[in-house]
Nanobody
Framework: QVQLVESGGGSVQPGGSLRLSCEPS????????MAWYRQAPGKERTGVAG????????FYGDGVKGRFTISQDNAKNTLYLQMNDLKLEDTAVYYC????????????????????WGQGTQVTVSS
């Protein structure tokens, strides 16, 4: 069983930045792929960005490329999401996801594609 703990959410004005963190309860070697999803009020959860643990290959969803950067620090066993130039529409609860299988689901809208999920951290962008 993998537990994921997110942190770093908060409130920021448009154009501001935040960095989210996600720490798995197990070592990185047991995780194959991780991702960030977000869910805005009244909307479905959608993929934001993902990363392969073994080679740090990254992929991004629509609307965030060029503004958000996903990265990992294997020494600290931590996943990050650096969010710059935040917009009002980025307001959502952000979730960290992980899979221990040998297949990376990408940003699959089927939430069962990832085995494990964090509890979420709120990001609010408002003026």
């Amino acid at each position: 069983q993998v537990q994921l703990v997110e942190s770093g959410g908060g409130s920021v004005q448009p154009g501001g930045s935040l960095r989210l963190s996600c720490e798995p309860s197990v070592s990185a070697s047991s995780i194959y792929c991780m991702a960030w999803y977000r869910q805005a009020p009244g909307k479905e959860r959608t993929g934001v960005a993902g990363i392969y643990k073994h080679n740090s290959y990254t992929f991004y969803g629509d609307g965030v490329k060029g503004r958000f950067t996903i990265s990992q620090d294997n020494a600290k066993n931590t996943l990050y999401l650096q969010m710059n130039d935040l917009k009002l529409e980025d307001t959502a609860v952000y979730y960290c996801a992980a899979t221990t299988g040998l297949y990376c689901p990408g940003l699959d809208p089927n939430l069962h594609a990832y085995n494990f999920w964090g509890q979420g951290t709120q990001v609010t962008v408002s003026s």
